[in-house]
């Protein structure tokens, strides 16, 4: 049984419900969901001119292998409506392979730990709230340690539903 982080997250149509959807999908498809970090809200990364996305950290039991992870979680993105057209563009829904294990891995299309990690709070700070402790296997350094060091200032805050 393999342990994934993974995040989801998107700022189109209605947000919550989309992400819970994803979840039902993902229960499905990939696997139990073992903990999730609270909904946050956080301003759009890299194009700033678009609305607010909704993101959540998932810990996920999975059989799967992690490119059989990543086309089953690139299925469910299309079945929600995912249209990729670009680099940080608005989404229905975006799944994201954070950590697959402790591996490292770097193949065509797949790369784990996720690249931008380090750089992006509306990732840390959810994922600090699941595993504060965990050791991230590129950087040697805690959640925590890469969120102190992160220098992304956009805001990420709790979502409160409204």
Same mark, same amino acid.
Request: with cysteine; charged share 25%.
């Given at each position: 049984?393999?342990?994934?982080?993974?995040? =989801?997250?998107?700022?189109? #149509?209605? @947000?919550?419900?989309?992400l819970e959807l994803a979840c @039902?999908?993902?229960?499905?498809?990939?696997?139990?969901?073992?903990?999730?970090?609270?909904?946050?809200? /956080?301003?759009?990364?890299?194009?700033?001119?678009?609305?607010p996305f909704l993101n959540q950290?998932?810990?996920?039991? /999975?059989?799967?292998?992690?490119?059989? *992870? &990543?086309? /089953?979680?690139?299925?469910?993105?299309?079945?929600? #409506? @995912? &249209? @990729?057209? #670009?680099?940080?563009?608005?989404?229905?829904?975006?799944?994201?392979? *954070? +950590?697959?294990?402790?591996? =490292?891995?770097?193949?065509?299309?797949? /790369? =784990?730990?996720?690249?931008? =990690?380090?750089?992006?709070?509306?990732?840390?700070?959810?994922?600090?709230?699941?595993?504060?402790?965990?050791?991230?296997?590129?950087?040697?350094?805690?959640?925590?340690?890469? *969120?102190?060091?992160?220098?992304?200032?956009?805001?990420?805050?709790? +979502?409160?539903?409204?």
């Amino acid at each position: 049984m393999n342990k994934v982080y993974l995040l =989801i997250g998107g700022n189109v #149509g209605d @947000r919550k419900r989309n992400l819970e959807l994803a979840c @039902r999908e993902m229960e499905g498809k990939i696997g139990p969901i073992n903990r999730s970090s609270s909904v946050y809200e /956080t301003a759009p990364w890299g194009n700033q001119s678009q609305d607010p996305f909704l993101n959540q950290v998932l810990e996920v039991f /999975t059989q799967l292998k992690a490119e059989e *992870l &990543m086309q /089953t979680a690139l299925g469910i993105e299309k079945s929600m #409506g @995912r &249209m @990729r057209v #670009g680099l940080n563009q608005p989404r229905t829904i975006d799944i994201d392979i *954070l +950590y697959f294990n402790e591996d =490292i891995l770097q193949e065509e299309g797949l /790369t =784990i730990p996720h690249p931008r =990690i380090y750089k992006r709070k509306f990732v840390l700070v959810p994922m600090q709230e699941l595993n504060a402790s965990y050791m991230d296997p590129l950087h040697q350094k805690s959640i925590s340690q890469l *969120l102190q060091e992160c220098e992304d200032e956009l805001e990420v805050r709790k +979502y409160d539903g409204m």
